[in-house]
């Protein structure tokens, strides 16, 4: 027995059955790998939130990683692309929402400055939007709520887009953009609250075709004032504070 026990004939036996033993465990979940970590820092160029089945959900990344759009579990290019920041993805693995942020002085000591958080309709652009931007002195900040087209955001629109984007200015960018717009009519807004370029603050309302109808304001002189406008634009009707401080 001592004799067979020290052969190789019972070493390979016992080494079989160790394996198979292990890989019977491994198999039937009673060895699993951790689940969870600890971390007191990480640091990442860019970060993947997917579900079990490998669907994006949440993607944060510096500029130089940022993805495209997300349409339906494809990351589809997007040269316009430039800013650090997250994309929130839906079930489907398309983009409906994001923040980007970024901020720097030019050549000329010029400041610029921007913070933009999106929610977007289904297959579609932003349905609302807060966000801040500021060029030297000219700042504005708000939120606006916006209508979207009937029409879902494809591989191919954003291409299009894409394309035109990298034509050169002039008349054949100009039509080109002419007939992008006829074809993918833009988001309209229909209403902003916020401050404006002027230093001025209110509220804007616009109708279905992106026209101002009402704005209520306060005026950077301290001035308050609603205003009723047509559909041209023209203020037909007017509340507005006099010199005397009436109404």
């Not at 997250?86 to 000591?109: A, H, Q």
């Not at 030297?136 to 291409?159: C, K």
């Not at 370029?197 to 992106?210: A, E, H, M, W, Y």
């Amino acid at each position: 027995m001592v004799k067979f026990l020290s052969s190789r004939r019972f070493l390979a036996i016992y080494s079989g059955c160790v394996t198979v033993v292990f890989a019977v465990t491994v198999l039937a979940g009673f060895a699993r790998p951790w689940q969870s970590a600890e971390f007191d820092q990480i640091t990442v160029h860019r970060l993947n939130v997917v579900e079990p089945d490998g669907t994006p959900r949440l993607i944060m990344s510096n500029k130089a990683s940022f993805p495209g759009a997300y349409l339906h579990g494809k990351d589809v290019p997007r040269t316009d692309r430039d800013s650090a920041g997250m994309i929130f993805i839906n079930d489907e693995g398309t983009e409906n929402g994001g923040l980007i942020f970024g901020g720097l002085k030019d050549s000329k000591n010029v400041v610029h400055s921007y913070g933009h958080l999106s929610f977007d309709r289904y297959d579609q652009d932003q349905v609302i939007n807060l966000e801040h931007n500021q060029d030297g002195d000219d700042r504005s900040s708000g939120i606006s709520i916006n209508d979207t087209g009937d029409y879902a955001i494809t591989p191919e629109m954003v291409a299009e887009g894409s394309r035109f984007k990298a034509m050169p200015h002039g008349a054949e960018r100009a039509e080109a953009f002419r007939q992008l717009q006829a074809k993918y009519p833009p988001y309209t807004n229909r209403a902003y609250l916020g401050r404006v370029r002027d230093k001025s603050v209110g509220l804007t309302l616009q109708d279905v075709k992106g026209r101002e109808r009402l704005r209520i304001a306060v005026r950077p002189d301290g001035t308050p004032a609603i205003e009723l406008l047509d559909e041209s634009g023209r203020v037909v009707n007017q509340l507005a504070a006099v010199a005397q401080g009436r109404y």
